[in-house]
């Protein structure tokens, strides 16, 4: 549905110049919930504006709807945008307009009739809550009630496609929370196809199926959040599990400390109980964290297990072969 | 001169009739050259950075000559369009020529206080550059441009006793024909409070009409988060 394919942004000329991406290429299929995780500067937000040519890349190829944007005329790329929803971080409603008036500016750039806008902004305002607000005038709204306008707007053509640049960044915990969950529900009973950037790591974890982390304008990592989350040695496992404590406990002598990364799979067996009962060895739980990730668990746990010489490596043994990839602890 | 309230009166309206019209013009030309020159500059919805540059320049030329002088310089265009060079009507060329440039500006700073972000939506949205113009950066900059447009008329009113000081008449005339050559300083104090009036008059109209524009102001509480 959306496809980058090597986009570079350079930015300046000469001495001056700056590359904000180098090379990026990624591909969001139809109904995916695809988040892009990088740090402010990492060029987030530039990679965004790349996907409905907010900001034209210096190189590559911009596909959406398979649509080659790059190579349309003005007036074909306004069209195509209106099938593009986008979303922002700081909302940008017009104040001049009511609730009203925001969610029908994109009916009015389509050409709809009067009613069949109002009717579509009723509908709209219902659907994210706001039936109660809609003469009211942006500046007289909450945040997470901004963010709702700005859902609505973006919806109300009835877009395939949204992006969404830092939507919730600007908003409390809470009102957080309350916005992705309404994101979720619009995008699965919508079908969505929703590309967003963010630098928040629970918005990776409670919308999206897939993830690339960018750094320095360079995608380092991409795939499937839950297989990342799966392979220790992923960028986005370091970020979602930074690395654990080195200090040694004292007190703790012969035991053999291990980090189990958890998988679904694991996350939801009786791990622990059964390490106990087959090898006859004892589990310290010193530090670790099982957290959900869309509809399955991820979680990663350092462990001491205590017990004869034997029984240890065979235990160890055990959880190499669960796929538990029980990685070299120190020993304590 | 002895019906002072008279001569005050027919000064007035004269004074009004210059103002008023001069800014109906000025408004309506001043109103595109400011967008203009926001829309032209490089990084514009339209950029033509070399339409910009020329405005901008011309802009700078009519706002750096004194009215005065701009005045008597431009006679040859005020006997061109009004046909003669005194009066009332003849003034109004020289007001107009010399609050466009100044207009242009007042519009170009209140297009350019619109938040970057809201017209990057519109852009988004599909919209084209006419739209984004009406539909977007003039509503959203109203209440400033109300508030410019009431700096220029008020501009315009003391231009007009300038004006009118070199045979244009109204109020500006009155004051220096009686008040300050015959000495009449009833006539004198006749004429600036009839003045001091207008312009308070003037500005208490264009910030009622801005608040009554401007909705970035909540009038009630943000209402918490039901969400």
Same mark, same amino acid.
């Given at each position: 549905?959306?496809?980058?394919?090597?986009?570079?942004?350079?930015?300046?000329?000469?001495?001056?110049?700056?590359?904000?991406?180098?090379?990026?290429?990624?591909?969001?299929?139809?109904?995916?919930?695809?988040?892009?995780?990088?740090?402010?500067?990492?060029?987030?937000?530039?990679?965004?504006?790349?996907?409905?040519?907010?900001?034209?890349?210096?190189?590559?190829?911009?596909?959406?709807?398979?649509?080659?944007?790059?190579?349309?005329?003005?007036?074909?790329?306004?069209?195509?945008?209106?099938?593009?929803?986008?979303?922002?971080?700081?909302?940008?409603?017009?104040?001049?307009?009511?609730?009203?008036?925001?969610?029908?500016?994109?009916?009015?750039?389509?050409?709809?009739?009067?009613?069949?806008?109002?009717?579509?902004?009723?509908?709209?305002?219902?659907?994210?809550?706001?039936?109660?607000?809609?003469?009211?005038?942006?500046?007289?709204?909450?945040?997470?009630?901004?963010?709702?306008?700005?859902?609505?707007?973006?919806?109300?053509?009835?877009?395939?496609?949204?992006?969404?640049?830092?939507?919730?960044?600007?908003?409390?915990?809470?009102?957080?929370?309350?916005?992705?969950?309404?994101?979720?529900?619009?995008?699965?009973?919508?079908?969505?196809?929703?590309?967003?950037?963010?630098?928040?790591?629970?918005?990776?974890?409670?919308?999206?199926?897939?993830?690339?982390?960018?750094?320095?304008?360079?995608?380092?990592?991409?795939?499937?959040?839950?297989?990342?989350?799966?392979?220790?040695?992923?960028?986005?496992?370091?970020?979602?599990?930074?690395?654990?404590?080195?200090?040694?406990?004292?007190?703790?002598?012969?035991?053999?400390?291990?980090?189990?990364?958890?998988?679904?799979?694991?996350?939801?067996?009786?791990?622990?109980?059964?390490?106990?009962?087959?090898?006859?060895?004892?589990?310290?739980?010193?530090?670790?964290?099982?957290?959900?990730?869309?509809?399955?668990?991820?979680?990663?746990?350092?462990?001491?297990?205590?017990?004869?010489?034997?029984?240890?490596?065979?235990?160890?043994?055990?959880?190499?072969?669960?796929?538990?990839?029980?990685?070299?602890?120190?020993?304590? | 001169?002895?019906?002072?309230?008279?001569?005050?009166?027919?000064?007035?309206?004269?004074?009004?009739?210059?103002? @008023?019209?001069?800014?109906?013009?000025?408004?309506? *030309?001043?109103? /595109? $050259?400011?967008? +203009?020159? %926001?829309? =032209?500059?490089? !990084?514009?919805?339209?950029?033509?950075?070399?339409?910009?540059?020329?405005?901008?320049?011309?802009?700078?030329?009519?706002? @750096?000559?004194?009215?005065?002088?701009?005045?008597? *310089?431009?006679? /040859? $265009?005020?006997? +061109?369009? %009004?046909? =003669?060079?005194? !009066?009332?009507?003849?003034?109004?060329?020289?007001?107009?020529?010399?609050?466009?440039?100044?207009?242009?500006?007042?519009?170009?700073?209140?297009?350019?206080?619109?938040?970057?972000?809201?017209?990057?939506?519109?852009?988004?949205?599909?919209? =084209?550059?006419?739209?984004?113009?009406?539909?977007?950066?003039?509503?959203?900059?109203?209440?400033?441009?109300?508030?410019?447009?009431?700096?220029?008329?008020?501009?315009?009113?003391?231009?007009?006793?300038?004006?009118?000081?070199?045979?244009?008449?109204?109020?500006?005339?009155?004051?220096?024909?009686?008040?300050?050559?015959?000495?009449?300083?009833?006539?004198?104090?006749?004429?600036?409070?009839?003045?001091?009036?207008?312009?308070?008059?003037?500005?208490?109209?264009?910030?009622?009409?801005?608040?009554?524009?401007?909705?970035?102001?909540?009038?009630?509480?943000?209402?918490?988060?039901?969400?």
């Amino acid at each position: 549905m959306i496809e980058l394919r090597g986009v570079g942004k350079v930015f300046g000329q000469g001495a001056r110049q700056v590359t904000a991406l180098h090379d990026v290429s990624l591909h969001v299929p139809p109904g995916e919930v695809f988040g892009v995780l990088g740090r402010s500067g990492a060029g987030k937000s530039t990679l965004l504006r790349c996907a409905n040519l907010l900001e034209r890349p210096t190189r590559g190829e911009v596909r959406v709807a398979g649509q080659d944007l790059l190579s349309l005329s003005p007036r074909e790329l306004r069209q195509a945008r209106q099938g593009i929803g986008m979303i922002f971080q700081h909302f940008n409603l017009f104040a001049s307009r009511t609730v009203e008036g925001n969610v029908a500016y994109p009916l009015e750039v389509m050409g709809l009739p009067r009613e069949a806008i109002r009717t579509r902004v009723a509908e709209l305002l219902s659907r994210v809550g706001l039936s109660d607000k809609a003469r009211a005038y942006p500046a007289q709204l909450s945040g997470g009630q901004k963010q709702r306008v700005g859902i609505a707007r973006a919806l109300a053509p009835r877009p395939r496609v949204l992006l969404s640049d830092e939507a919730t960044s600007a908003l409390d915990p809470e009102t957080t929370r309350s916005v992705l969950g309404l994101l979720k529900d619009l995008q699965q009973q919508l079908g969505l196809t929703l590309l967003l950037i963010t630098h928040q790591l629970e918005v990776v974890k409670a919308l999206c199926g897939s993830v690339a982390v960018l750094e320095g304008g360079r995608l380092v990592e991409q795939g499937r959040v839950q297989e990342l989350l799966a392979r220790p040695e992923s960028r986005l496992r370091a970020l979602c599990f930074p690395p654990l404590s080195e200090q040694q406990e004292p007190g703790s002598a012969g035991g053999q400390r291990v980090e189990l990364s958890l998988t679904d799979a694991h996350a939801r067996s009786p791990l622990i109980s059964t390490l106990a009962r087959r090898f006859d060895v004892d589990v310290l739980l010193l530090e670790g964290a099982v957290e959900r990730v869309g509809e399955a668990r991820v979680g990663r746990l350092l462990v001491e297990l205590h017990g004869s010489p034997g029984a240890v490596a065979e235990a160890r043994t055990f959880l190499r072969e669960q796929g538990l990839s029980a990685g070299e602890a120190s020993h304590g | 001169m002895g019906d002072l309230p008279r001569a005050l009166g027919v000064a007035t309206l004269e004074t009004l009739y210059m103002t @008023s019209v001069a800014s109906v013009l000025v408004a309506l *030309a001043g109103l /595109p $050259l400011g967008v +203009l020159l %926001v829309v =032209t500059d490089r !990084g514009g919805l339209w950029p033509v950075p070399a339409l910009n540059r020329t405005l901008g320049t011309l802009v700078n030329v009519g706002r @750096s000559i004194p009215f005065i002088i701009l005045m008597v *310089a431009i006679v /040859p $265009l005020t006997r +061109l369009v %009004v046909g =003669t060079t005194i !009066g009332t009507t003849a003034a109004i060329v020289p007001l107009v020529v010399a609050a466009i440039p100044f207009m242009g500006r007042v519009v170009e700073q209140a297009l350019r206080e619109v938040d970057a972000g809201r017209v990057e939506a519109a852009v988004a949205m599909g919209s =084209t550059p006419l739209r984004i113009i009406l539909r977007v950066l003039l509503p959203e900059s109203l209440p400033s441009l109300v508030r410019g447009a009431a700096l220029v008329v008020i501009s315009l009113l003391g231009y007009s006793a300038m004006a009118g000081a070199v045979g244009g008449g109204g109020l500006g005339d009155l004051a220096v024909k009686y008040g300050y050559m015959r000495f009449r300083v009833d006539v004198m104090w006749g004429c600036l409070a009839v003045l001091l009036v207008l312009v308070q008059l003037l500005q208490w109209l264009g910030e009622r009409l801005a608040s009554r524009f401007d909705h970035t102001r909540s009038t009630s509480s943000p209402s918490p988060d039901h969400t």
